[in-house]
């Protein structure tokens, strides 16, 4: 017994010896919750004598089961193999593999486990089948069904679409069961419903599983809670764990109620609190008990460390969106001079659009970078769409980009009608647009008059609404809205401020700015965030950010409208949003920077912001610049700038992009500059503030 406690404070040991009896354990971020858990299967193991297969112990990853039966090995020397360690699906599958044939029909124990792609195969027939294809992407019902399932009172506010959902999500459930398959969503509801309606299955499982153990129980939704209840409700022996302060998944069925939830259905329940964090300095943990006291409803509890730093939490107010990006590069390079590496660095946000800017920096001043668990903004499908469509509408003979969006969205243009124009353009040496209007087809005639009518109306708009005047008449800003995909119109409006900055940064037309920014778009390479070791930095949101650590975190972006974010309307969505700060506050180990700006480039317009009521609630004030950045707040200002005054021929220049160059002349408000290979001269506005002079 004594190993099995070395090293564990009081509160663990306390969480450890409680075997009886209904328990939960709320674990602050950083206090080794996992440890806890597999000493206590240990403990349950060889000092009490119980059967480690009559042990039941859930959670949500692959990777965490995976952890927590590598230390019960290491801790005791047995094979944990086929014990009942595993995720919620991967329990409900080994239980069903054994009692499908309850549920009737077709299931047997040999059923069929569909992944997303199976799923949408599946949907993609119906829709199909129903007409519906025409109107509303099979990935749409995808979604929703998915909604139905982990959310039971889901309704949609449109009646057409509710009639089109249920039509399409009964006969998806009946191809299942004709077809012996679960998805993973009925993986957990066809449990449940087993063993709801087999009284004598539930006693069977309930007899069998005298312990049970819940990994991250804030994350469980109405259906994982119905079904531990069940299996604990004979023996009551049920050991819960979990942070509500960490409850961030509302969006997937989450639900937070479910920890006060668990005092009502086991009323006996001994609650123990471990606060004691093994991961943060004291002044990072003050930060975040600081926000966090204010959601109301939930169970007390003050993170504390012997970690005792002379280093604070640094917030950055910038003046703008640029001079916030330069403020962490230049922290960066700071922090690598005193011996730190590329992976001891994670920048959080709330919104992934907010990457962008860094990508660019970084790539420019050849920061190793990934972004985590996600894709750089200009490798997202709807910019390459977008993107696509640019290169066609100013080169006709781009046969990539053509069949990249003559069906995006759909067009009615079939494979068929395409191998004809195919063969047509290669006979007649054109092109594919080119060869159009040899080809009997009303839908290719159509998009051949739509990108001409584009192509002749380049020159008569700004920009900002040239776009809009595209992915209007493509109707591919419709399509995302009729299949309410939120963030990728997002990115969609976070192109215009690309396009803003590319009428800073170039000379010329419409025509001629585009062409700059599509051709250095292509020099960006898939290679240029791709690194073959883990010694880089990681950018990634907030969510994705949870359950990881890091020596040094920043926070950026802290503005109302972003986090919280503008969709947060309801006080439960405030103290989720919340609950997300305080997540990030708690990745960082030993150094946590925050920042806001005053003016930030959003959707093609700058956004004056104020920052983030999390920032009053930290107590944090504005921290004095140390030294003076690269972009000094007063020049980037400056609404108006006497050109004369700041460049002369001669001058050594950076761009963010470009990289270093000579200034070659000087002519108005704009200056001629050369660059290296590839880039060569570019005409820019001189008080861009992606420009600066290099003393």
Known sequence: ???????????????????????????????????????????????????????????????????????????????????????????????????????????????????????????????????????????????????????????????????????????????????????????????????KNNPEILTKYQDKFNYILVDEFQDTNKVQFELISLLAARYQNIFVVGDEDQSIYSFRGALVTNIRRFREVFPLTKLILLEENYRSTKAILDLANKVIKHNSSRVEK???????????????KAVNSYEEVIFVLEKIKELLNKGYSYKDFAVLYRANYISRNFEDVFVKNKIPYVIYGGMSFFSRKEIKDVVAYLRLILN???????????????????????????????????????????????????????????????????????????????????????????????????????????????????????????????????TDNKNDDDNVVKLMTFHQAKGLEFKVVFMVALEEGIFPSVNAYSPSDLEEERRICYVGITRACERLYLSAANVRLMYGREEHHTPSRFINEMELIHTPKVKPLVIKPKEISKPKVEIGNIFQVGDKVNHKVFGDGLVVSVDGKFIKVAFPVPYGIKTILANHPAIIKIK
């Open 302 to 316: 003050n993170l504390f460390t012997d970690r005792v730093d002379s280093i604070k939490p640094y917030y950055f």
């Open 396 to 526: 006709n003979n781009d046969n990539l980009s053509f069949l990249r969006i003559v069906n995006e969205p759909k067009r009615k243009i079939g494979t068929t009608t395409l191998e004809k124009l195919d063969k047509l353009a290669s006979d007649n040496n054109l092109s594919l647009f080119e060869a159009i209007p040899l080809v009997n087809n009303s839908n290719l005639n159509k998009f051949y008059e739509l990108i001409n009518f584009l192509k002749d109306n380049i020159l008569n708009y700004e920009l900002n609404d040239y776009f809009d005047l595209l992915v209007d008449k493509t109707n591919y800003l419709e399509y995302l809205k009729s299949n309410e995909e939120e963030e990728r119109i997002e990115n969609l409006n976070e192109f215009k401020s690309v396009l803003n900055e590319a009428r800073d940064t170039y000379e010329g037309d419409n025509v001629n700015i585009l062409a700059s920014l599509l051709q250095d778009l292509s020099l960006r390479t898939d």
């Open 1 to 195: 017994m004594a190993d099995l406690l070395s090293g564990l404070n009081e509160k663990q040991k306390e969480a450890v010896l409680t075997t009886e009896g209904p328990v939960m354990v709320m674990a602050g971020a950083g206090s080794g919750k996992t440890r806890v858990l597999t000493r206590r299967i240990a403990y349950l193991i060889n000092d009490l004598g119980v059967n480690p297969y009559s042990i039941l112990a859930v959670t949500f990853t692959n990777k965490a089961a995976r952890e927590m039966k590598e230390r019960i090995t290491d801790l005791l020397g047995i094979d944990t193999k086929f014990m009942w360690v595993s995720t919620f699906h991967s329990f409900c599958t080994r239980l069903l593999r054994v009692e499908a044939k309850y549920l009737g029909g077709m299931y047997t124990s040999n059923f069929q486990i569909l992944d997303d792609e199976d799923t949408l195969k599946i949907i993609k027939k119906i829709v199909k089948e129903l007409n519906l294809d025409d109107d509303i992407k099979p990935n749409y019902f995808k979604n929703l069904i998915s909604q139905m399932k982990n959310f039971p009172d889901f309704k949609l506010s449109d009646p057409f679409k509710e009639r089109l959902l249920e039509s399409v999500y009964n006969k998806y459930q009946e191809y299942l069961a004709l077809n012996n398959a679960f998805d993973f969503d009925d993986l957990l509801l066809k449990t449940v419903e087993v063993i």
